[in-house]
């Protein structure tokens, strides 16, 4: 199959092309495109066989479910069994947003959508191009990250035509992404609201408007011998074909650790690559040293850390460090992705280890 290319970010709004993106969807085909989190691929929520063909497309396992993305507030009711209060405070405060929520799905729903569950994850977009190719395609598009699986998410287009390129019929290029990581997902069908993904919106964000909200244990964790209540959770993720670790400590025991690892491996003959940031990037030696971003303004790691794991494939590297990050506030969502992608293999950098 070809796969059409067409460039259009939300300065520039090309009714004509989206009408034709739209009716792509509405044919049962394959979209990817941009959103604020990362690229999406787009299929009709409503139509078990576009379900079918986004997980072939992908290579995703048929039980993890896929997120349907609305355009407008009416068009919820439809597709879901009841709105909570809770669903409808979170939906004020952060529609349209990169926050996902579980409800009890509608009959409407297939189950090849929602990888045979009752509930069904909804969010709403800010992207405006996004916004508008969703109305063009008739107002719920189902759309996991528009990676081959496993992958790390696209955050620009290259990386969607590399996975699935010849795939799909359609890519919609719109730049970079702002944020750079997937939404937060809230289930709000148990007793208590529950994140089961961090994301850019924080517990703390959700806390302003709900009085409480749990966490999924597993979240950050490798060891807690429960399975992920978000299905796709439980699977490796995010993951650069290199070996990645994480290494924590003091920033020189970090540094010092790194650079002697890097230079042991590089002895070996492998190709080696170090993810810090603007304040440390200086200090490796190491192949290949990526700055993921700002440790003072962690939304500009957010926003790079797929391209580089990304980029440390393009560049073959075998053997990769990277800093740990604040677990707080969006810090959560990428530690979280990280710890994932490195298959929780974190290495504490103690003096004893040099
Ligand atoms: P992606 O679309 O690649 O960002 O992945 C969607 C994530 O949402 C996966 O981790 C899914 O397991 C999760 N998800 C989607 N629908 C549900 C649902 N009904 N219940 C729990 N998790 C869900
Ligand atoms: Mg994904």
């Not at 200086?282 to 939304?299: I, L």
């Not at 992705?337 to 290495?347: D, F, S």
Request: aromatic share 6%; glycine share 10%.
């Amino acid at each position: 199959m070809d796969t059409k290319v067409i460039r259009m970010d939300e300065q520039h709004i090309d009714r004509e092309l989206l009408q034709e993106a739209g009716a792509v969807i509405r044919a049962g085909g394959l979209v990817a495109f941009p959103t604020e989190t990362v690229y999406g691929l787009g299929g009709d929520a409503l139509n078990p066989d576009a379900s079918r063909k986004i997980y072939a497309a992908k290579g995703r396992p048929s039980d993890n479910p896929l997120i349907v993305h609305i355009a407008d507030r009416e068009t919820l009711e439809p597709i879901v069994k009841e709105i909570p209060e809770a669903a409808v405070r979170l939906a004020e405060a952060f529609w349209p947003g990169p926050l996902t929520m579980i409800l009890n799905k509608s009959e409407t729903v297939p189950y090849e959508t929602t990888g045979g569950l009752d509930t069904v994850a909804v969010r709403m977009p800010v992207h405006k191009v996004a916004r508008e190719f969703i109305r063009a395609a008739g107002g719920y598009v189902a759309a996991p990250s528009a990676n081959r699986s496993g992958r790390p998410s696209p955050t620009v287009a290259k990386y969607v035509a590399e996975d699935l390129g010849g795939r799909i019929e359609m890519i919609i290029d719109g730049g970079d992404v702002e944020i750079g990581l997937e939404s937060t997902i809230v289930d709000l069908t148990a007793a208590e609201p529950m994140i089961l993904r961090p994301g850019y919106i924080t517990k703390e964000m959700l806390e302003d408007i709900l009085p409480r909200v749990e966490e999924d244990r597993t979240l950050m964790r490798a060891d807690s011998g429960q399975a992920p209540k978000a299905p796709g959770m439980k699977y490796r993720h995010y993951a650069p074909k290199g070996d990645l670790s994480i290494i924590t400590g003091t920033e020189d025991e970090v540094v010092a650790y790194i650079n002697s690892q890097a230079d042991r491996q590089r002895g070996m003959g492998k190709k080696t690559g170090v993810i810090g940031t603007d304040e440390t990037i200086g200090r490796y030696h190491a192949d290949v040293c990526k700055s993921a971003g700002v440790r003072e303004d962690e939304c500009t790691i957010a926003r790079e850390l797929y391209r580089i794991l990304r980029e440390f494939d393009d560049e073959s590297v075998e053997i990769i460090y990277s800093e740990a990050f604040d677990a707080s506030g969006i810090g959560q969502a990428i530690m979280n992705r990280l710890l994932k992608a490195a298959g929780h293999k974190v290495v504490e950098a103690g003096e004893g280890q040099i």
